[in-house]
C-alpha cells in the first residue's frame, strides 16, 4: 500500500442514515479510527482505537461493492487522520454523493465543496465546547449543516445564544439533538416551539430502529 494513502478504518458498513436532513436514506458509512474529542455521551468510544488501516484504493472497492450513492465519512472524528481529505475527494469523483459528520474541532476548508457538511457543534453539557472552532462557520456552504446535541436546558439556552451570535438559521440548515438518554424528545420539542426556534427537531433514528449501542448499523 503507497503510505500516503493509508487510512485507519474502524468499519465499513451500509445501513440508513440515522440524522441530518438525509436521515432515512440507505447510506455507506466509513467510520474512520480516532478522535481527539472526549464528549460524555459519545456513543462511538469503540473507534477511538485500533481499526484496520486500509489503502483508499481498498476503501472505495468496499464502498463500490455495498452499493448506495450516499457515503458518509464519520467517525470518531474523520478529519483527525490527514488522507480523510484525499479519500473524499475520491470518492466525489467516483461520483458519490459524500458526506462528512465532524465535530468543527478540525479545519473543513480543504474539504471539496461538493462534500456536504454536517458541523456536530459541541454543547456545555459534552464536555467538549471549548474546543470548537467557530471560525470553520466561514468554510460552510449554505447548503450545509450545523447539529448540535443538548443534554438538558443549559445547553437549550446555549445553543439559542449561539444560533443568535453567528446568525445560523439565516446561514444554514440547523438540527438541535437530544442526547440520547439523557434528553426527552418532547422536552425538547416544547423548548423549541416555546422559543420559535429556527430549528428542526434531529432525532437519531438508528437508535430507535436497532439497540442504541448496535454496532454496523
Known sequence: MDQDLVIT?????????????????????????????RCKWCDTAYGFTGGQQKSIAMILSEVKAIGLPLVE?????????KN???????LVEAGYRVLIETSGSEDVSTLPTEVHIIMDLKAPGSGMSDRNM?????????????KMVLAHRDDFDWAISIM????????????????F?????????EWMVAAKVGAR????QHKYIWHPRAKGV
Open 73 to 81: 465519512l464519520t467517525g470518531g472524528e474523520p478529519l483527525a487522520q
Open 164 to 179: 443568535e451570535q453567528f446568525k445560523l438559521s439565516e446561514r444554514f440548515n440547523v438540527l438541535l439533538s437530544c442526547a
Open 201 to 204: 427537531l434531529n432525532l437519531q
Open 9 to 37: 478504518v474502524t468499519e465499513i458498513y451500509g445501513s440508513i442514515q440515522g440524522e441530518s436532513s438525509y436521515a432515512g436514506l440507505p447510506c455507506t458509512f466509513v467510520r474512520l479510527t480516532g478522535c481527539p474529542l
Open 181 to 189: 438518554g439523557l434528553l426527552q424528545p418532547k422536552d425538547l420539542c
Open 84 to 90: 480523510c481529505v484525499p479519500l473524499a475527494k475520491k
Open 134 to 146: 467557530f471560525k470553520n462557520l466561514d468554510h460552510l456552504k449554505p447548503s450545509d449543516e450545523i
